[in-house]
C-alpha cells in the first residue's frame, strides 16, 4: 500500500525556515517523480516544486529561491526547505507522486497524504 506521510510543519514568523519531511513507502520510491503541493484555506491546491528521478528540480515562480526540494532515496524521503516564509504561504503542504519518473507534476498518482501544516504569522 502506497502511504505518504508529510510532517516538519508549524508555526513560525515571516522570515523564518522551515523543513518538511515527506516518508514514501509501498513503492519504489527512487523511481518516482514527486512534488510539493500547498493548499491554502479557501483556495484550490496549488503546486509548489518537483523533482524527478535524477534530481532535476522545476519551482513555481513565487517560491523560486527561497524554496528547496530533495529527496533522499536511500531514505525513501522527499523533503521542501523554506526559507523566508510569507504569511501568505500559510497553508496545508502535500507531497505527491507522479505517474513516472519525470517533473511532469500534472500527472499524479492519487495517493496523498494528510498534509502538514504551516502557519506564517506576524
Known amino acids: 500500500e502506497v502511504q505518504l506521510v508529510e510532517s516538519g510543519g508549524g508555526l513560525m514568523h515571516p522570515g523564518g525556515s522551515m523543513r518538511l519531511s515527506c516518508a514514501a513507502s509501498?513503492?519504489?520510491?527512487?523511481?518516482?517523480?514527486m512534488s510539493w503541493f500547498r493548499q491554502a484555506p479557501g483556495k484550490g491546491l496549488e503546486w509548489v516544486a518537483s523533482?524527478?528521478?535524477?534530481?532535476?528540480?522545476n519551482y513555481e515562480d513565487s517560491v523560486k529561491g527561497r524554496f528547496t526540494i530533495s529527496r533522499d532515496n536511500a531514505k525513501n524521503t522527499l523533503y521542501l526547505e523554506m526559507d523566508s516564509l510569507k504569511a501568505e504561504e500559510t497553508a496545508v503542504y502535500y507531497c505527491?507522486?507522479?505517474?513516472?519518473?519525470?517533473?511532469?507534476?500534472?500527472?499524479?498518482?492519487?495517493?496523498r497524504g494528510q498534509g502538514t501544516q504551516v502557519t506564517v504569522y506576524s
Open positions: 505527491r507522486k507522479h505517474m513516472g519518473g519525470g517533473l511532469n507534476y500534472r500527472l499524479l498518482s492519487n495517493y
Open positions: 509501498g513503492f519504489t520510491f527512487s523511481t518516482y517523480g
Open positions: 523533482i524527478n528521478t535524477g534530481g532535476s528540480t
